[in-house]
């Protein structure tokens, strides 16, 4: 696997390193030690896969709060996906800033998401799968999430937003 730090402190771009021959390829897409080697959250509690139908599916920003704060990778196994992590930890440098990173079941990119940062994305085509692995298990009391549309963050998407849940359309302005 090849890490890339992204602008934020503990966000990764990571390639996989396919070995191909006739039949195809393999390649590893986690490893407890390449992931403690650079100092990351090796613990993995839970995995879950979403399906979004429609193109321009807004799914996030969503976070859990300590003492539940997880850890996530993300990785589109079908189709397309416009995928953000916003870092919320108020002593960063990069407090409210945001990176992207293009995930297609092509390109076979994960986002590596540490706790103290929200995460979501937008779907850029329809029937889109995205696998997430966790550090933590789901608590609902620590659940919590910011607005995709917030001003405080000035999130770019690509495309428009056609279907987001009433939830993800409803937190208020970030304070």
């Known amino acids: 696997m090849i890490f890339e730090e992204t602008k934020i402190a503990g966000i990764f771009k990571i390639q996989l390193e396919p070995v191909s021959d006739d039949?195809?390829?393999?390649?590893?897409?986690?490893?407890?030690?390449?992931?403690?080697?650079r100092g990351l959250n090796p613990h993995l509690a839970q995995c879950s896969l979403s399906f979004s139908k429609r193109k321009g599916t807004l799914r996030?920003?969503?976070y859990q709060l300590a003492p539940h704060a997880e850890t996530k990778l993300i990785r589109c196994t079908r189709g397309s996906i416009f995928d953000i992590a916003l870092d919320l930890r108020p002593a960063s440098p990069t407090f409210k800033e945001w990176t992207s990173a293009i995930l297609t079941a092509e390109n076979h990119h994960m986002l590596y998401v540490p706790e103290g940062c929200a995460h979501g994305f937008l779907t850029l085509?329809?029937?889109?799968?995205?696998f997430y692995q966790m550090s933590e298990f789901y608590h609902p009391e620590s659940a919590g999430g910011v607005r995709w549309d917030d001003p405080a963050f000035g999130i770019v998407?690509?495309?428009?937003?056609?279907?987001?849940?009433?939830?993800?359309?409803?937190?208020?302005?970030f304070a």
């Not at 085509?125 to 995205?130: F, W």
């Not at 998407?157 to 302005?173: C, F, H, L, M, Q």
């Open 23 to 37: 039949r195809g390829f393999f390649a590893r897409s986690w490893c407890r030690k390449e992931f403690e080697t």
């Open 157 to 173: 998407w690509p495309v428009e937003v056609k279907a987001i849940s009433s939830r993800d359309a409803s937190y208020p302005d």
């Open 125 to 130: 085509e329809d029937d889109c799968e995205v």
């Open 60 to 62: 996030g920003m969503h």
